[in-house]
């Protein structure tokens, strides 16, 4: 659902200011996705989350990226972690989301 890839941080967990890189890049569209809104997607796509001070933050830089899967990856349907961690932002004492 990216038109392009891009690198920038993003901010994980609700109680730490700890800043996280992160690659998005292009996958097929038969590849499954987290089901429900939650706080970790690109902003390209997600207004809601330009408040947020969980997950992609605003104001960092955002570098292009060709795209390209850095390994191959066949994925699953699973995700790690609850729907709340997903949309209020996970804390310290939380798993983390794999």
Known sequence: MLRSG????????????????????????SR???PF??????INWNSKQSSS????QQGE????YNGKLPA??????HFCGTRAAWRNGATTADP???
Do not use: A, H
Not at 37 to 42: G, V
Not at 61 to 64: I, V
């Open 32 to 34: 499954p996705f987290v």
């Open 53 to 56: 001070k969980v997950g992609e």
């Open 96 to 98: 983390d989301l794999e």
């Open 72 to 77: 191959p990856f066949e994925g699953d349907s």
């Open 6 to 29: 891009y690198t920038t941080r993003m901010k994980f967990r609700s109680d730490s200011d700890d800043l996280t890189p992160v690659i998005w890049y292009r996958v097929p569209n």
């Open 37 to 42: 809104y939650n706080l970790y997607s690109s």
């Open 61 to 64: 830089t955002r570098r292009w």
